[in-house]
C-alpha cells in the first residue's frame, strides 16, 4: 500500500534554480512517484530539468496549462510529448476545439510510434480561484457548476484527467465516471498553512474522496526535514488508501 501511495505522490519544484531542483530531485526520487515541473523552472531552465529529472529516474508532470489557439497547442503539446513525461496539461478554458485538435495530435503521432500516450490533463478551475474571481472575470456560474463542466469538455475531447481541487473531486467522478484521472493540488497536511490556495484539504481526505494523485509542493520543500515530510504525506495517503484496496 505504501508503494501505491508514493505513485500518487507528485512533488511540486517549484523552485527557480536548477541546482535547487537537482536537489529536491536526488532527496525525493525514490520518495514520490513524480516531480511537476511548472512555468517558472521551465522557463528558467527549459528541457534541461526534464532530462536532469529523467536522468536520475524521477518521471515528470509538466505544468504549463496551455491555452492558445487550437493549431498553436496542439503543436506545443506534441513537443511536451517528445520530452517523454508522464503528463502535462493545458486550460480547459481553451475550449473543446483547442483540447480536441491536441489531444487528436498526440494520440496520432502516439499510434504512428506504436506506443503509450502520456496523460494529458486539463485543467479546470484554478485553486486559489473563488467565486469572486469567476465573477471578475464575467463567468457568473459557481465552482460547484463549472468544474464538472469543463471536466466533461476535457473528457469528450479525449482528454484522460483533470487537474482540479479536491473539494470538486465527487463532481467530477459523477459528470465524468470512475476511470477519469483526478489531479489535485491544493492539498495541505493538517499542520500545515493554505499560504495563497483557497480550496484546500488534507491528503487523507483527498485520497479517500477519489482523487489520483495529489500534488504537494511546500508542506515538503519548507519542511525541515522534506524526506519526512514526503515519507508522512505518503503514510497518510497509504491509511487513506487501505479501505479502498
Given at each position: 500500500?505504501?508503494?501505491?501511495?508514493?505513485?500518487?505522490?507528485?512533488?511540486?519544484?517549484?523552485?527557480?534554480?536548477?541546482?535547487?531542483?537537482?536537489?529536491?530531485?536526488?532527496?525525493?526520487?525514490?520518495?514520490?512517484?513524480?516531480?511537476?515541473?511548472?512555468?517558472?523552472?521551465?522557463?528558467?531552465?527549459?528541457?534541461?530539468?526534464?532530462?536532469?529529472?529523467?536522468?536520475?529516474?524521477?518521471?515528470?508532470?509538466?505544468?504549463?496549462?496551455?491555452?492558445?489557439?487550437?493549431?498553436?497547442?496542439?503543436?506545443?503539446?506534441?513537443?511536451?510529448?517528445?520530452?517523454?513525461?508522464?503528463?502535462?496539461?493545458?486550460?480547459?478554458?481553451?475550449?473543446?476545439?483547442?483540447?480536441?485538435?491536441?489531444?487528436?495530435?498526440?494520440?496520432?503521432?502516439?499510434?504512428?510510434?506504436?506506443?503509450?500516450?502520456?496523460?494529458?490533463?486539463?485543467?479546470?478551475?484554478?485553486?486559489?480561484?473563488?467565486?469572486?474571481?469567476?465573477?471578475?472575470?464575467?463567468?457568473?456560474?459557481?465552482?460547484?457548476?463549472?468544474?464538472?463542466?469543463?471536466?466533461?469538455?476535457?473528457?469528450?475531447?479525449?482528454?484522460?484527467?483533470?487537474?482540479?481541487?479536491?473539494?470538486?473531486?465527487?463532481?467530477?467522478?459523477?459528470?465524468?465516471?470512475?476511470?477519469?484521472?483526478?489531479?489535485?493540488?491544493?492539498?495541505?497536511?493538517?499542520?500545515?498553512?493554505?499560504?495563497?490556495?483557497?480550496?484546500?484539504?488534507?491528503?487523507?481526505?483527498a485520497i479517500a474522496s477519489g482523487a489520483?494523485?495529489?500534488?504537494?509542493?511546500?508542506?515538503?520543500?519548507?519542511?525541515?526535514?522534506?524526506?519526512?515530510?514526503?515519507?508522512?504525506?505518503?503514510?497518510?495517503?497509504?491509511?487513506?488508501?487501505?479501505?479502498?484496496?
Open positions: 500500500m505504501i508503494e501505491n501511495a508514493r505513485q500518487k505522490l507528485i512533488f511540486a519544484l517549484d523552485v527557480d534554480q536548477f541546482e535547487e531542483a537537482e536537489h529536491f530531485v536526488k532527496l525525493l526520487h525514490d520518495k514520490v512517484g513524480m516531480f511537476k515541473v511548472g512555468k517558472q523552472l521551465f522557463t528558467r531552465c527549459g528541457p534541461e530539468v526534464i532530462h536532469m529529472i529523467k536522468g536520475e529516474g524521477g518521471d515528470v508532470f509538466l505544468d504549463l496549462k496551455y491555452h492558445d489557439i487550437p493549431n498553436t497547442v496542439a503543436m506545443a503539446c506534441l513537443e511536451a510529448d517528445r520530452l517523454g513525461i508522464g503528463m502535462f496539461n493545458v486550460h480547459a478554458l481553451g475550449g473543446s476545439e483547442m483540447m480536441k485538435t491536441a489531444a487528436d495530435a498526440v494520440r496520432n503521432r502516439c499510434a504512428a510510434e506504436k506506443r503509450q500516450m502520456p496523460l494529458m490533463l486539463a485543467v479546470t478551475i484554478l485553486t486559489s480561484s473563488a467565486e469572486e474571481t469567476l465573477r471578475e472575470i464575467g463567468i457568473e456560474h459557481s465552482v460547484e457548476e463549472m468544474v464538472p463542466r469543463l471536466a466533461r469538455l476535457a473528457q469528450e475531447a479525449g482528454f484522460g484527467g483533470v487537474v482540479a481541487s479536491p473539494r470538486e473531486i465527487g463532481l467530477i467522478r459523477e459528470a465524468c465516471g470512475p476511470d477519469f484521472v483526478i489531479v489535485t493540488p491544493g492539498v495541505r497536511p493538517a499542520t500545515a498553512s493554505a499560504d495563497d490556495q483557497k480550496r484546500v484539504t488534507t491528503p487523507a481526505d489520483d494523485y495529489l500534488v504537494v509542493g511546500r508542506p515538503i520543500a519548507k519542511a525541515d526535514d522534506p524526506v519526512a515530510a514526503a515519507e508522512a504525506i505518503v503514510e497518510e495517503m497509504a491509511q487513506a488508501l487501505s479501505p479502498r484496496a
